[in-house]
């Protein structure tokens, strides 16, 4: 599965933005997918994981409440939905794909073999 990210923008702390993962590939509907960051200085972090059916996610504790994902199957793509946006959400956000099945693990970088080129956020205060 191939990934482009598409969305980030530069915003106002409170404000909104969706971020659009759009893959190729026919295996995508089977794949875990998933949305990382990375802020300047700082290690790549979770965000947020969809299963393949959509019917299960997962989020960091940072952004719970505030960022929702989602995929359109139909579309093959996954977006992130982020609400009252914060300057700590400034980041560089990558989308991923894992072809193992859904599992408590999901929040690791690790089982995602497929990576999208990112998109930057920036909030500001």
């Known amino acids: 599965v191939q990934l482009q990210a598409s969305g980030g923008g530069l915003v106002q702390a409170g404000g909104s933005l969706k971020l659009s993962c759009a893959a190729s590939g026919r295996t995508f509907s089977t794949y875990v997918m998933g949305w990382f960051r990375q802020a300047p200085g700082k290690e790549r972090e979770f965000v947020a994981a969809i299963s393949w059916s959509g019917g299960s996610t997962y989020y960091a504790d940072s952004v719970k409440g505030r960022f929702t994902i989602s995929r359109d199957n139909a579309k093959n793509t996954v977006y992130l939905h982020m609400n009252n946006l914060k300057p700590e959400d400034t980041a560089l956000y990558y989308c991923?794909?894992?072809?193992?099945?859904?599992?408590?693990?999901?929040?690791?970088?690790?089982?995602?073999?497929?990576w999208g080129q990112g998109t930057l956020v920036t909030v500001s205060s």
């Open positions: 991923a794909g894992s072809p193992v099945p859904w599992q408590a693990g999901v929040f690791s970088s690790r089982i995602y073999n497929s």
